[in-house]
């Protein structure tokens, strides 16, 4: 049974870091391209960064570069979003993704909420 499970969400003031973590199970994590996406309400789900098989590669969104970091350990089977320097308008629910050849999996999801 595939699963993703999220951590690390909170509250937090502009200026602060926070650290998300995903844990996966039942699937080769190693072959799966991880990416963590957020969503507020009435709004779409955006890409916040990717990272590519072996952690070679990674992508950002625009709003997102030079304050936040990707990174996988691929012994452990997780994938960490380092958030630093945070703003209100990161405030949003983050997902943690898997995609490969066989499926595009979910995780629950973890809110982060930067306010005052």
């Known amino acids: 049974q595939v699963q993703l499970v999220e951590s690390g969400g909170g509250l937090v003031q502009p200026g602060g870091s926070l650290r998300l973590s995903c844990a996966a199970s039942?699937?080769?994590?190693?072959?799966?391209?991880m990416s963590w996406h957020r969503q507020t309400p009435g709004k779409e789900r955006e890409l916040v960064a990717r990272?590519?098989?072996?952690?070679?590669?990674?992508n950002y969104a625009d709003s997102v570069k030079g304050r936040f970091t990707i990174s996988r350990d691929n012994a452990k089977n997780t994938v960490d979003l380092q958030m630093n320097n945070l703003r209100p308008e990161d405030t949003a629910t983050y997902y943690c993704?898997?995609?490969?050849?066989?499926?595009?999996?979910w995780g629950k999801g973890t809110l982060v909420t930067v306010s005052l």
């Open positions: 993704n898997a995609k490969g050849l066989l499926g595009d999996y």
């Open positions: 039942g699937f080769t994590f190693s072959s799966y391209i």
């Open positions: 990272i590519f098989n072996f952690g070679r590669s990674t």
